[in-house]
Structure formats: C-alpha cells, structure tokens
C-alpha cells in the first residue's frame, strides 16, 4: 500500500486506535452491555484488550495466526476481536445464523487456532454444533482451542482444549505486559486484519482479506459522512460478524469517542424501548427493521427524542419510509449507502443533506478517495442514465480472496476494477441506483443468500436430485428464497419436509421460504437453468 493511499490515517492500525482512544476518552464509557449488566470505560476498554492479547500470547498464537469468533452482539466480542489484533493476529468473524456444517468449513478454510463462542445463545449451543456436525480434533486439526465466552463450559467429550474466558484470560498473567505492547507495536497498517467471509457463486463462501489501515481509512470517511461525533449513545443492532456491526460499529464507534450499546436480536419492541432508556442518539439497520418499526400503531408512545441520525440501505427503500423515519421517529440525519465485503463494507454513500427522494432511490456517490463506474461487458464505461455493472477502485479493494487466485483475477481486473456483479444506473451527479444483478444473488433482510451455496447444501438431502433456488420480492425482508426442486427416482418428500429440513441444515435467511416440487428445470442449450423463467414463474404465482 502506498502512502497516497494512507496518508491520511489517523491510527493506522486498531491496537494503535484503541490505545488512542483510551489517551483521548479515558474514563467515558465505551460499551454498554445490558445481557449482562457490563459498563467498560474507554480506558478500561484498552486494559481487557490487552488482557485478552496477553491470553493469546500465552496461548502460543504467533503474529498471522487466525482467531474465529462466533458469537452475538456482546461486550466480549471486541475484546476478544481487538485483543487477537493486539497479539498480531487476523479475525475471522463467524455467522451467528450458521450452522455446524457451515461453521467448520469456515474454520478449516481460515485455519483458525482459536475459536472464541458461546454456549447458549438463544439456545444454540455453538460447541455442540460444531461437533455434532464433525469431530474437531480430526477435521480441524489447526484449531488447538475453544474459548467460551458465555455459558456453561463444553462437555468432556469435546477433543479440542477448551476453557472459560476468565480462566483463558487468567493463564495470560504469565505473559508480561510489556512484550506484548512490542507484539501490537510491530502491526504493520498493511497487515491483513481480518477475513469475513461471503458466499459465492461457486457454491462455497471466499474468504476476503483486508488490512488494518483499509478498513481504518474506510470506516473514519463512512464516520466523517455519517457525522458519528463524540458523545453519541450508538445502538448496534447489525450483527458484530457482518462487516457493518464490526466496522462500521466497533472501529468507527472507537475512532469517534461514541458509546456503543450492542444489542443481539432485533425485537421491535425491545428496541423502541432502549432508546428513552439508553437515551440513543444513533440507530442504524436494515429498511426491514425500520419498516417493521414503522408499522406499529402504538409508535408515538415511545419517547424517541434522542434520536438524531440513523444509517439504512442493501434493499430497496421506499420514499415514504425515509420521510416517515424523519417525521415520526425524529432523525434529524438518515443516510443510505453501498457496500460489499470485498470493498471493505463500504463505496457509496448519500450526503446528509439530500433529498428524501434521492436517499431513499439511490445508494449514494462514491466516498472520497474511491472510484465507481457502470460498464458494459468489455469493461467500457456507459453513458450516465443507463445500465452496465458497477466497478470499484481504490484503497478499499480487497487483497484478495483467501487462497483463491483464480476467483480474485476473476473479481479484479487488471486495471484494479473490482467487478461487483451487481448492475446499476449512474446519474449525472454520480449517485448510483442499483437495478439488477448480475450474478443470482439475492438479499434477506440486509442479508447476501447466494443460490449457488444454498443449492450445493439442498443436494445434501436425500431425497433431492436437483434444485434451484431464485430470489422473490417479500414485503418485510426484500427479498427471499424460492426453491424448484426434482425429487429422486423412487424418493419421496413433500415441499413442507424440504423447508423443515433446510432450516434445521443452514441459516435462516439461507432457508428458501417455499419450495415448489416440480419434474424438471428449465434449461439452455448448454445445460444451465434459466433462472429468470423460474423468477417469472415464482413471480406470477405470488401476483407480481
């Protein structure tokens, strides 16, 4: 990375950023946990983290190693997270949603040594999912230990060293303070940070690589454009493993001094509810969570006062919802944006300023520093006002997919476009509406479900012999699954059986909410099924 490109990096690197912030905020508090009633001052915030890198360090983690967790929204999730950055190692976050299965290729792919979870998280027990879906000690022989942040500690039976958070942290006593600020001291700003995975058209999700001073510079614009200030109470219901709870939450919260309140399952009630209460000034989500918010009668019987600026977008957003949000919930800033993992989260945004109409029809400009463009499919840019996919450049393009040459050349070009997939329409002020897509993949509730993925794991069940899946217009969610499937010879199961076993075999926003049994797909010439005969289809029957 050059020094164009950070140049203009306050922190360079998160250990870097939470000791600044503990200089600049001291004893102010960083993170309010209402699950388990925990206050954590800014200062205090840099103490657990660098108890938790001690830990790591005692632990035998060497700089580059990975460190999954795989939790909710919760104090610890930081800690763990910034304390693994401390000791020089690369986060992996892990899908809350994801099943066992789904967990440990993750985990194999990463080659992660220490997986942080819990064990009781509206009742899943993530250990016993994981084992019950493979033996970890002899399918994921990189990982040499389970830390259990919350809940009850895993059975005997469990092959792999696991031990309690405290009694983790408390074996990190033996490490002296003092050489592990040497270890976060020697993190390099181009240092790969962490890798999210996303799903893909390949049918297994890809591991994304990004560095500290990527995410850093991206998340302190994103910070800058939102106006996130000192002293904001911020609730973040976006979960901590999406790239919006941890970067856009956690790293942007650090950077500007704000209070972050975590909240692990949005409950529209429970919600309205927190904001007297935690007097919140800054609530971001997806449009379903403010359309679900909206929908309620009983709305003005909350005090929402606090309220001043709110961030929304990754679905389609109706104008009126952007002038309900401001009328009825009283934000004074609402702002709409565009990201994908590979950029780091983030590419376009709305300014605060505009108007409804834009905020709500469009996903914004380009953020500073960033190039974005609509080509055709040479790769040529297309007249402003019609369609072609949506390229990115600039210092938020990804490394690369982890291990995967072949689909990182196939995702950047060598122009260093990032080639997103998605297809939209640039107007002349440079705001981009997103209209179509390119690959099949679809959104849930601010959720990517790819087709691909979601297919690959239906041949899983017996008595499937081929299945696609098209994404379908839903009122709350946006989008949602809509499975054809073609049983095997002599197998039998009802479409009621299929949904029941998807939703036990992969996450929810994965699960199709239908399924259609049908004697064939629809293919071409060459084999491929026509998967816009099947949206027709799907989209027929439900009247659209």
């Known amino acids: 990375m050059t020094d164009d490109v950070r140049g203009d990096l306050e922190f360079g690197t998160t250990p870097r950023l939470v000791r600044s912030a503990a200089e600049r905020h001291g004893d102010q508090e960083a993170f309010v946990d209402h699950s388990d009633g925990t206050t954590i001052s800014y200062r205090g915030f ?18 580059g190693d990975r460190i999954a967790i795989w939790a909710p929204n919760m104090w610890e999730w930081p800690v763990l997270a910034l304390g693994a950055h401390s000791a020089g190692a690369i986060v992996v976050p892990l899908n809350t949603r994801f099943k066992g299965t789904e967990a440990a290729y993750v985990l194999r792919r990463s080659g992660a040594k220490v997986l942080a979870t819990v064990t009781g998280f509206l009742d899943n027990d993530y250990v016993s999912m994981l084992c019950n879906a493979i033996d970890p000690a002899s399918d994921l022989p990189e990982l040499q230990r389970i830390v259990v942040m919350r809940g009850p500690p ?81 609730l973040v219901v976006n979960p901590f493993f999406h790239a ?19 909240h692990a399952v949005f409950d529209a009630e429970q919600v309205l509810a927190r904001v007297p209460r ?32 709110s961030v929304t977008g990754a679905a389609a957003i109706p104008v009126s919802m952007i002038v309900e949000m401001r009328e009825r919930m009283g934000f004074e800033t609402i702002v709409t944006g565009y ?62 997919y982890l291990d995967d040459d072949a689909e990182t050349k196939a995702t950047i070009d060598a ?8 297809v939209g329409v640039m107007d002349d002020r440079g705001y981009i509406k997103i209209t179509d897509r390119t690959k099949d993949m679809f959104i849930v509730g601010g959720f990517n479900a790819y087709p691909a993925e979601i297919e690959a794991m239906m041949l899983g069940h017996p008595a499937i012999g081929a299945a696609a899946v098209v994404g379908v217009p839903d009122e709350r969610l946006g989008e949602v699954g809509w499975a054809y499937v073609v049983l095997r010879d002599g197998q039998g199961a009802t ?31 060459t084999g491929k099924v026509l998967k816009y005969e099947l949206r027709d289809r799907a989209r027929a029957a439900l009247g659209g």
């Open 278 to 309: 935690d007097r919140i000034s800054f609530l971001p989500g997806p449009p379903a969570l403010f359309q679900t918010i909206l929908a309620r009668d009983d709305l003005d019987r909350f005090d929402l006062s606090t309220l001043r600026l």
């Open 415 to 422: 122009d260093g476009w990032l080639h997103s997939g998605d």
């Open 244 to 262: 919006f709870g941890y970067k856009a939450g956690i790293l942007a919260s650090l950077m500007c001094g704000s209070t972050l309140l975590p």
């Open 154 to 234: 895993p059975a005997d039976q469990v092959a792999v060293p696991s031990a309690r958070l405290a009694d983790f942290v408390a074996a990190g006593n033996a490490v002296d303070p003092a050489s592990v600020r040497a270890r976060a001291a020697s993190v390099d700003p181009d240092d790969v940070s962490d890798i999210l995975f996303t799903s893909g058209t390949t049918g297994h999700p890809k591991g994304v690589r990004t560095t500290h001073a990527q995410n850093l510079r991206a998340f302190r614009t994103w910070a800058d454009v939102v106006g996130l200030r000192a002293g904001d109470r911020y």
């Open 46 to 63: 840099a103490a657990r983290v660098l108890d938790a890198a001690r830990a790591y360090m005692a632990a035998g983690i060497e700089s």
């Open 339 to 400: 990201g994908l993992t590979e950029v780091c989260g983030i590419a376009t945004m709305c300014r605060h300023d505009d108007d409804p109409e834009t905020i709500a029809t469009t996903s914004g400009r380009a953020i500073p520093g960033v190039e974005v463009a609509c080509v055709d499919d040479g790769g040529r840019e297309v007249p402003r006002g019609e369609p072609g996919e949506i390229v990115i450049r600039g210092y938020n393009v990804m490394l690369g």
């Open 495 to 525: 479409a009621e059986e299929i949904v029941a076993w998807c939703r036990e075999e992969m996450a929810n926003y994965k699960a199709p909410r239908r399924v259609e049994l049908v004697d064939a797909l629809p293919l071409n010439a």
